[in-house]
């Protein structure tokens, strides 16, 4: 039995074919994706990383530092030191690095929580709350926990914790308020966060508070973060999951009703492919079985596949309106990252060819077109042109998708029997 809880059997041909992946993932993790975070987007002056390079990686300036970002970098230099891929210490070094950086500048010293964007030197431009930046903060600081032993690390994470519990969870209706004040007063009116109308629960932060829920509840092993994990598996199984579409859509009131006016009725295939993972993920942490889930995860790759998976070349485009072909054709980054780990749990889950089919075919593509091999790390995206363009870093661009990708697949592909 593997560690994901996944039986993977294949035919000898097949063992050896995806197998041979495993040496040039690990190229592309330790030269191409940590190899460009590091050393030089750790910022020596102020604290923290660095987030604004150009298309060949070229340094753009201070730029400004936000939550998210700046908590992904901490998670991938962590989970890279605790897999021991490279340099332990180094990798150790700047993952604590912006673990201070988080603690001494982006926590309210105040009110408690992440600020979700502060300047160069820590000083806040954003000090609202938003729990898609709370959710990776507790995702860091989870991770980081696990691989160094700092106690006053998983002190913070738990402090973080409850105070999620305590402001942000909605015992009425299920699942967390999203949008706060810097005193955690909930946000009204009509002006939008960086995630959209303050008064809506989104999919796509309850996924990410799936993954950091995970992470956390496997540091602490708290019962309360369990129940919350088992929560958030039923929200992003049920509640997110429009039925005669089988496919997600990302608005919803409070009360989970969805929103599918004008731009909301839409399908991200790559939140919907990394849902999936992540749900096996989630139920593996909690000790709960994933079979009851199989044909719903099934679905949902099927209507990924049938409107945003490019047969020709391989890889998913963007979005799609409900029910037809994908409309936005950009390969992201992040969404060809998790195609590939959500491709390999459903190998290992249901022993279907088409899967290892897409796996190799994605890969390939990212191989050939999303990795810039001469400057370092992915495009941000890929257009139609099979050509990459954008910068390789700023506020919403990390190593953490397509690092945690290379990491995730190397495991998978090593316990592959």
Known sequence: ??????????????????????????????????????????DSVNGGYTMNHGPDGEAKGPGTKMIVTQSRQVWLFSRAARENFGDRKQLLDAADHGYRFLRDKMWDQTNGGFYWEVDATGKPLRAAKHMYGESFGLYALSEYYRASGKKEVLELATRLFDLIEAKSHDKEFGGYIEDFEPDWTPRQGPEPSPMGPPDLKLMNTHLHLLESMTAYYLASHSPLARERLLE????????????????????????WTPRL???????????????????????????????????????????????????????FWYTGAFS??????????????????????????????????????????????????????????????????????????GGYHDGRAMMECIRVLREMK
């Open 1 to 42: 039995m593997a560690k994901t809880g996944i039986v993977f059997l294949l035919a000898a041909t097949a063992f050896g074919q995806v197998k041979q992946h495993i040496p040039r993932m690990e190229k592309v993790l330790k030269e191409n994706i940590l190899g460009f975070w590091l050393p030089k987007t750790l």
């Open 232 to 255: 958030l598996i039923s929200i992003q199984t049920n509640a997110v999951v429009r039925k005669g579409l089988t496919a997600c859509t990302d608005k919803y009131d409070r009360n």
């Open 261 to 315: 006016e004008g731009p909301y009725a839409r399908v991200s295939y790559g939140h919907d492919i990394e849902n999936v993972w992540l749900i096996v993920d989630a139920c593996k942490a909690a000790e709960v079985p994933v079979w009851p889930y199989v044909d719903l995860l099934k679905d949902l790759w099927d209507y990924s596949l049938r409107y945003g998976y490019d047969s020709v070349n391989g890889g």
């Open 324 to 397: 037809k072909p994908a409309d936005d054709f950009e390969k992201s980054w992040w969404v060809q990252a998790e195609s590939l780990v959500s491709a390999l749990y459903m190998y290992g889950l249901t022993a279907d060819r088409k899967y290892l089919d897409v796996f190799e075919k994605t890969w390939s593509f990212i191989d050939h077109y999303q990795i810039d091999w001469d400057k370092g790390e992915w495009w941000p995206v890929v257009g139609k042109d099979l050509k990459g363009h954008g910068d390789k870093a700023d506020i919403w661009k």
